[in-house]
Nanobody, 123 residues
Framework: QVQLVESGGGLVQAGGSLRLSCAAS????????MGWFRQAPGKQREFVAA????????LYADSVKGRFTVSRDKSKNTVYLQMNSLKPEDTAVYYC????????????????WGQGTQVTVSA
């Protein structure tokens, strides 16, 4: 059974940083893309970042480009989202997702999802 478990969320002041982790178990995702999405209260889930570990450049939402970085530790089957210069509008539950062969911004393309981790950025 595939499981994705996020961690690293919390409360941070505007301008601060957090690093989210997503540990995958039950399968090695070395040939598949993993992505990060977020959902704020009353809003739809939106794409944040994704990377295809088989090649190609990572994808980032315009709202996080230059501030967030997605990376991966293959030996740990874990993907990370480094979030710098955080803003109050980054407040949301962050989810990692996996499985498409290439990185995509569409949540419908991802078959596996974590439970989410809360990120709260205070002004």
């Amino acid at each position: 059974q595939v499981q994705l478990v996020e961690s690293g969320g919390g409360l941070v002041q505007a301008g601060g940083s957090l690093r989210l982790s997503c540990a995958a178990s039950g399968r090695t995702f070395s040939d598949y893309a993993m992505g990060w999405f977020r959902q704020a209260p009353g809003k739809q889930r939106e794409f944040v970042a994704a990377a295809s570990w088989s090649g190609g450049s990572p994808l980032y939402a315009d709202s996080v480009k230059g501030r967030f970085t997605v990376s991966r530790d293959k030996s740990k089957n874990t993907v990370y989202l480094q979030m710098n210069s955080l803003k109050p509008e980054d407040t949301a539950v962050y989810y990692c997702a996996a499985d498409p062969p290439l990185a995509t911004v569409n949540p419908e393309d991802y078959d596996y999802w974590g439970q989410g981790t809360q990120v709260t950025v205070s002004a």
